[in-house]
T-cell receptor, first 110, second 115 residues
């Protein structure tokens, strides 16, 4: 079973600062998804990356997929309090099951 | 289009009891998956149903079971509840069933507390 490692576990920043969270594996991802989960709610899909080297942007969020498809990053520019949440990466394993990393808890304070 | 709905949202049960949770997927979605989320273990896959058949199963004891109905609605049941079953139980539905890109849409979850 491929293990997804997310870092850091926790990140606290001020509004307006930038941040980057990472998702890594020792094996190649077939594809990778990023989700954000707010307290008391289910995760919400942000993006799916499939191709090595792929970069996708979602407003102030930039997602990168490593060339070797073994790592991915999520960069948030000028973070806002509304960006607060648990950021999860997930990968579909060979059995078609979604495997999640432990997540990075991001707190953006005004 | 309505999202994934789960009922109830909150539940308190006593050790030894059983519980049934319900999930209604997004209209047209035929795949429904269940997850358990706890602070210590994170999000763990329980099982997945597609067209009323269990297609995938995680590493949980037999006390955890589920089923899917012809309208794609799903239920999961936990028998003989233990304190460690306290968790947020999430249901997710998916339209496109591709092994390489399995995008899921989650409901708000059912918060189960076992006392």
């Amino acid at each position: 079973t491929q293990l997804l490692e997310q870092s850091p576990q926790f990140l606290s920043i001020q509004e307006g600062e930038n941040l980057t969270v990472y998702c890594n594996s020792s094996s190649v991802f077939s594809s990778l998804q990023w989700y954000r989960q707010e307290p008391g709610e289910g995760p919400v899909l942000l993006v799916t990356v499939v191709t090595g080297g792929e970069v996708k942007k979602l407003k102030r969020l930039t997602f990168q997929f490593g060339d070797a498809r073994k790592d991915s990053s999520l960069h948030i520019t000028a973070a806002q309090p509304g960006d607060t949440g648990l950021y999860l990466c997930a990968e579909t394993d060979s059995w078609g099951k979604l495997q999640f990393g432990a997540g990075t808890q991001v707190v953006v304070t005004p | 289009k309505a999202g994934v709905t789960q009922t109830p949202r909150y539940l308190i049960k006593t050790r030894g009891q059983q519980v049934t949770l319900s999930c209604s997927p997004i209209s047209g979605h035929r795949s429904v998956s269940w997850y358990q989320q706890t602070p210590g273990q994170g999000l763990q896959f329980l099982f997945e149903y597609f067209s009323e058949t269990q297609r995938n199963k995680g590493n949980f004891p037999g006390r955890f079971s589920g089923r899917q109905f012809s309208n794609s609605r799903s239920e999961m049941n936990v028998s003989t509840l233990e304190l460690g079953d306290s968790a947020l139980y999430l249901c997710a539905s998916s339209l496109i069933v591709q092994k390489t890109s399995y995008e899921q849409y989650f409901g708000p979850g059912t918060r189960l507390t076992v006392t």
